[in-house]
């Protein structure tokens, strides 16, 4: 079979290409990437003799690229996407172009070339917020309702890619998944800036009160429900996938990192909320009664791997810190003229 896998630079698709030429090495995958300041072209130097692998740097958004490209493929998988949300509070028009352009270009594409499958990777975050004091769960019936930026972009490619399908008969299937974390995720994102900061003997800064509920999915167990979905879903579905049992506070989950690294309570500084701070907690059920697919990672194991991935690979985050604190800085800059 042949791929063309976008924003496989990136953290969720680099590490999904690794997992797929694993398990399909005689598959050939196309990885078509902007290199964007959140991709680390390193991530996918093992594959650099391996003849099946082929990287195009590339933007989505150009049709002439995407064409050229989606001859002869006969699967997509969609990863490319601006993903920071206090980027797209920041800056919502550049999430725009990618997000929702990107996705119908591809779209588009893929209809002309006749792909047998195009696969689109989305968010449990189109849903908007659960309430905190509830047991509600997210599930592919939960109308969309999205709260930032970013989420209202992934709703609308969420629509388009939809619309392909009960439109024009695109084979097409989606994911929209919760929070992931592990190895080679850019250091702005939680659960690496909170790592990252207490390597670097920074306070961690918590939102709010830091009761804000996320669900966590170790990146291998949300690479492999991708290519459950992709080989036994239903074309024309939605899946829902989620990490664990029960939602986990922010609080919680900083806790869990102080301790598993030997760090005092003391580091914890709580900043301003983020503007319209969401809860999010989904619920997996289709995906593992339709499918068979479970998370494999404990909540407790994944974050002792990813912990340990940070610390012996300090030279693959080191200038992405610095880029991400940048950012981070501008922000509060920002909030301050408020
Ligand atoms: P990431 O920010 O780490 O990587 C995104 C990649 O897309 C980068 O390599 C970037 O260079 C590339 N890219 C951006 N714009 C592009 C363009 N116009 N053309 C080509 N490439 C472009 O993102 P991630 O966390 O790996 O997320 C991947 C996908 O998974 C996204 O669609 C995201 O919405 C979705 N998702 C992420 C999470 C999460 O927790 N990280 C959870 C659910 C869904
Ligand atoms: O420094 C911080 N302090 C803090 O309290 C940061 C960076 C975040 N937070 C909070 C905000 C959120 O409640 O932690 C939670 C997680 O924040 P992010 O890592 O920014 O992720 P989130 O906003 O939940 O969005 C992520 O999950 C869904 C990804 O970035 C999206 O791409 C994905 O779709």
């Known amino acids: 079979m042949r791929l063309l896998v976008t924003g496989g630079l990136g953290f969720i698709g680099s590490n999904f290409i690794r997992h797929w030429i694993s398990q399909h090495s005689k598959d050939q995958i196309t990885n078509l990437d902007k290199v964007t300041y959140a991709a680390n072209p390193d991530n996918l130097t093992d594959l650099d ?14 049709q002439s690229v995407v064409d050229q490209l989606m001859s002869n493929i006969d699967l997509v998988v969609n990863f490319a996407a601006e993903t920071h ?12 172009k990618t997000n929702v352009l990107g996705t119908y270009t591809l779209l588009k594409s893929a209809l002309k070339h006749k792909i047998k499958h195009f696969h689109h990777i989305s968010t449990d975050e189109v ?18 309702d999205p709260t930032s930026p970013y989420a209202a972009y992934k709703a609308s490619a969420d629509h388009f890619a939809l619309s392909f399908f009960k439109t ?6 989606i994911t929209n998944c919760s929070n992931n974390y592990g190895p080679y995720q850019n250091p702005e994102k939680f659960i690496p800036r909170v790592i990252t900061n207490l390597l670097t003997n920074k306070k961690i800064p918590i939102y709010g009160k830091g009761e ?9 167990d949300h690479c492999r429900a991708i290519e459950t979905v992709i080989e036994h879903g239903k074309v024309g579905e939605t899946y829902c996938i989620g990490g664990l049992k029960e939602a986990c506070r922010n609080i919680d989950i900083v806790k869990k990192i102080l301790k598993i690294m030997g760090k005092s309570e003391n580091l914890i500084k709580y900043v ?11 619920s997996w059920k289709k995906i593992k009664e339709d499918l068979a697919w479970e998370p494999q990672e404990s909540l407790d194991s994944g974050l002792e791997k990813t912990i340990d991935w940070y610390q ?12 991400a604190e940048n950012f981070y800085q501008k922000l509060d800059n920002y909030k301050n003229l408020k």
């Not at 949300?85 to 725009?96: K, T």
């Not at 024009?168 to 299937?173: G, H």
């Not at 012996?312 to 880029?323: P, Y």
């Open 49 to 62: 003799s391996n003849s099946n692998y082929r990287f195009i740097k590339g933007d989505i958004c150009d």
């Open 85 to 96: 949300v206090d980027r797209s509070i920041d800056d919502p028009l550049l999430f725009v």
């Open 127 to 144: 849903y908007g917020t659960i309430d905190h004091e509830t047991k509600d769960e997210f599930s592919e019936t939960t109308p969309f």
């Open 168 to 173: 024009y008969d695109l084979p097409l299937t």
């Open 212 to 220: 804000n509920l996320r669900d966590w999915l170790y990146v291998d």
């Open 272 to 282: 301003t909320d983020r503007p319209a701070h969401d809860n999010y907690r989904v």
């Open 312 to 323: 012996k690979n300090q030279d693959w985050w080191k200038k992405a810190k610095i880029e």
